[in-house]
């Protein structure tokens, strides 16, 4: 019997029975052939490997991350993927989304065709997020039509504006959940769905949303697992008594690992579902139990009847480990094909012009002023008051208590917080408030819109910082402390068509240019690693207490993620929401 390749002397994971057996594999064609003692005799194989007692596992498949997280294109991702071990990945693009629309999804899947790792896509299902935002796109019903008539469509990409779900019936995402359940009733939909519990929350999996990424408590594990939610263990939610009920208790079936998003520094330095399955071994799990949930369930749940095990005719993606509790990665092979080797140079040569060329030029905004940093009682956004009558607001002096963003390190969500601030001929006084100014400004050439807001807490103590990587419209976003730097930081950011720039007395401490679309760059993965890295510092060295500060930043703009955020339309109250005025 002919093989093309034919590993032996290797300790095999068998998924069915989560345990490792001493075995021989053949691959033929791309997929294993055969899994089992012996054979050797009657297999001829092109190339026999000698595992000298090493591990092969299943290709690691993640089904929950957003390429843009990690800020570079799909060709340098897998680069850094397949390093990681992870093969398979299920992408949801709505950041590209919404900057170019369906066309922004299209391009992401046309440059991932030809990629190492299989990309499978997710639609993004909440572009805009909320109607309380501007964006350079959106994806309508005919526009999921046209990419599920692709065929390269897997799943409805997470729900995200769980609130108008419950609360509005007639709502786009709850037309967008018909539409589906009634025309593809067999595609999965994910989920995002903060602390929702009770009622609310199984009027969502009523509604055909039946995952959840975010944030877990034992009390919504629980309840999610309850209810028959499928649960993607990101790493935030891995605290001791999560992690201790999972291993306790016989739920491997309703859960999996997840990255969501990974920055490229720590890509590079920790790994991806790599360091998930790691940490979870680390915490007590079994390596058996770990590799399950980044390999079997997570296939499982994407209905990938193809893979997630070493078993015959199951696609031949597969990794050798040495050192099992560590996750130690020697080799990675890909569809039987040598994809890395811990021993040979790994080295990522840079390609650019991979999109159309107006994704190059996605930033139309003129350069910015000291007026545009000027806080107005005028301002409706500010005062409160319709557009017609805050041009006569009475008072234009005095003190004015006002709603504060506040910066919690170790969550992107951001706490109201009332203050009274001083203002002067029809202006506030912010820069002498003891807060910084956050701004926002519609870089897509739409209206022109843009909101100022106060913030504190966890947040810059000096300086300034400018980006257009803000989650989900990926607007121009800044905050800073005084004016000077905030107009240097936030022109960099424009001239360069996006990214990141830190500014601190009128000096450049770190520019990140993100030139596609704004969020993603076409620098090799260990130069943006040592861009981000010195980014991050940039932020902290201005007082930034965050355990990600760009993370943090970047979720200001994020109106589905509680409590308080700003979009080019306002202050938004998330729970309730709606946009609120920053004169209280």
């Known amino acids: 019997m002919r093989a093309d390749q034919l590993i032996v002397n290797v300790h095999v994971y068998n998924s069915y029975y989560k345990r490792f057996e001493m075995n021989n594999v053949a691959v033929l064609n791309g997929r294993f052939m055969y899994v089992g003692p012996g054979g050797t005799e009657l297999i001829q194989a092109d190339e026999v490997i000698d595992a000298r007692g090493r591990y092969m596992i299943p290709g690691l498949i993640d089904i929950h991350l957003h390429i843009e997280s990690t800020m570079v294109t799909p060709e340098t991702f897998s680069h850094g993927l397949i390093g990681c071990g992870v093969t398979s990945i299920v992408a949801e693009p709505h950041e590209m989304a919404n900057v170019f629309g369906l066309e922004g999804v299209q391009e992401m899947m046309a440059v991932s065709r030809e990629t190492t790792v299989d990309m499978f896509y997710a639609i993004p299902s909440s572009v805009p997020a909320t109607p309380m935002e501007t964006t350079g796109g959106s994806i309508e019903i005919e526009d999921m039509d046209v990419l599920l008539a692709t065929g390269e469509i897997i799943c409805l990409g997470e729900i995200m504006n769980y609130v108008d779900v419950i609360r509005d019936p007639e709502c786009k995402t709850n037309q967008i959940l018909q539409h589906i359940r009634k025309n593809y009733p067999d595609l999965v939909i994910e989920g995002h769905t903060p602390k929702l519990l009770g009622l609310d929350l199984h009027r969502l999996i009523y509604a055909g949303i039946d995952s959840d990424h975010t944030h877990q408590s034992i009390e919504g594990l629980q309840a999610r697992i309850a209810a028959g939610m499928f649960i993607e263990i990101q790493e935030k939610s891995m605290t001791p008594e999560v992690m201790e009920y999972l291993i306790q208790h016989d739920v491997a079936q309703h859960f999996c690992f997840v990255t969501d998003d990974v920055m490229p520094d720590s890509l590079v330095e920790r790994g991806h579902l790599d360091h998930i399955v790691r940490k979870a071994i680390q915490m007590g799990m079994r390596p058996e139990d770990a590799i399950y949930a980044a390999t079997s369930t997570p296939a499982s749940r994407m209905k990938m009847t193809d893979r997630g095990s070493v078993a015959p005719g199951k696609v031949a993606d597969y990794v050798l480990v040495s050192n099992l509790e560590e996750l130690s990665i020697e080799q990675v092979y890909k ?3 040598k994809a890395y080797d811990d021993y040979e140079p790994y080295k990522q040569e840079r390609v650019t012009g991979q999109f159309p060329p107006h994704f190059y030029k996605s930033v139309q905004l003129e350069q910015l002023g000291e ?6 009682l005028s301002d409706p956004k500010v005062s409160g008051l319709g557009a017609g009558t805050a041009n006569n607001v009475e008072t234009v002096e005095g003190q004015y208590q006002c709603r504060v963003m506040m910066v919690k390190d170790g969550s992107t969500f951001v706490e109201e917080h009332i203050a009274p601030v001083q203002a002067v001929d029809g202006e506030l006084l912010w820069e002498e408030s003891g807060y910084a100014q956050i701004a926002t400004f ?11 807001g106060l913030i504190g807490g966890d947040t810059i103590k000096c300086g300034a910082i400018a980006t257009t990587y803000s989650h989900d ?5 800044v905050v800073g402390r005084n004016r000077e730097d905030m107009i240097l930081a936030a022109n ?9 720039c830190v500014v601190e007395d009128g000096k450049v401490l770190s520019h990140l240019e993100l030139p596609v679309g704004g969020i993603l760059t076409e620098e090799p993965l260990a130069v943006v690693s040592h861009q981000v890295k010195e980014l991050r510092a940039a ?13 943090s930043l970047s979720t200001h703009s994020l109106a589905v993620s509680p409590a308080l955020k700003i979009t080019d339309h306002g202050l938004i109250d998330v729970n309730a929401g709606k946009v609120v005025s920053l004169i209280v």
Do not use: C, T
């Not at 519609?442 to 100022?452: I, S």
């Not at 932020?539 to 993370?551: D, R, T």
């Open 335 to 337: 569809n039987g094909r």
């Open 371 to 376: 007026a545009d940093f000027s806080i107005l």
């Open 442 to 452: 519609e870089r897509y050439g739409v209206n022109g819109n843009r909101a100022h």
């Open 473 to 477: 419209n990926h607007n121009l976003l």
């Open 492 to 500: 960099k950011v424009i001239s360069s068509q996006g990214g990141f």
């Open 539 to 551: 932020m902290l060295s201005l007082g930034y207490v965050h355990y990600n500060p760009i993370m």
